[in-house]
């Protein structure tokens, strides 16, 4: 099973429907780690592109491959190809496949008129080791932190004739903010009956502006840090539970910063730690508060914290409570493979997440 015996396998979607399950209709050998799940996803996507080039019709692509998230995989052209493990090998045969969409966008003479942006969802998930899971370089710990090697990520955006190639931006940027931003592109406005919280960085891509935006760095429904130009301060520091950590689930391998990376949840909202993230991108040395810097720093932070939680229009949780009875037993489609699995006895509980 994908996390315990007592789930079903990850279901496998196209658009809404699920077309299959890891392991099943999707083979992924676990003790070689090799799938063409990844070739899967990318002959979809060029067939996809391909019927909507021809018939002229303007489309919006999500393609989420997934090799680099466990269970790493890769197709046999590529395990063993890389000096990283089979992680090494599913990063080379994404790059490869993101190279064959572009060249598809050329091809069909489209790629003036196509906006790509390519991301990720978090640093890499140290836990799993160098050669599952990848490297955050200088940066403090990793995935499921508010660290910056949890959180930090680049960003590539592509649209010949409208961004210089070779572009290089220092801009804070959130995954909120494609939906603005791609909206803008578009010329669509942002809808006005609802709260948006990201922002429209079209202006950034395409005139190479800055925007001086805060980034809220949650864990949870705990806003732990923040950041504002260069500075970070974090109100709340943790790595993961001692229950973890014990259980041999390290999300700061080799890294130690005291009082920071500890393992219960410690808190500063009275005094913050601030760093520089310029000249101190691991989050090594705090400011101390005693300097001008400091001060400067938090005068600055400070308000912005305070018109973020003033402005907050809080929705209803979505994960607070957990149930194996929503656990992807018969999705959408299901009954098209006979593939629908009987559900538990719906009896939910408080979740406790120990992250």
Known sequence: MAWCSQLPNIPVYNNSQMVGRYYEEFEIDKKTGESNLTQIYLKEGLDFIFHQAKARRPFFLYWA????????YASKRFLGKSQ????????????DSVGQILNSLRDLGIDKDTFVFFTSDNGAALMSGPKQSGSNGPFLCGKETTFEGGMREPAIAWWPGHIPAGTVSQQLGSVMDLFSTSLSLAGLNVPEDRAIDGLDLSPVLLNNTH???????????????VRLGPYKAHYWTWSNSWEEFNQGIDFCPGQEVAGVTT???????????IFHLGRDPGEKYPISVLTKEYQDALSRITPVVVKHKNGLVPGLPQLNMCDLAVMNWAPPGCEKLGKCLKAPKSQPWKCDWPH
Do not use: S
Not at 65 to 72: G, I, K, L, R
Not at 84 to 95: F, I, N, S, T
């Open 65 to 72: 491959a997934d090799a680099t998230h466990a269970p790493v």
């Open 84 to 95: 990283r493990g089979r992680y090494g090998d599913a990063v080379m045969e994404l790059d």
């Open 263 to 273: 393992h219960t949840q410690q808190e500063h909202t009275m005094q913050p730690i």
């Open 211 to 225: 925007v001086n935006r805060p980034i809220f760095y949650y864990r949870g429904n705990e806003m732990m840090a």
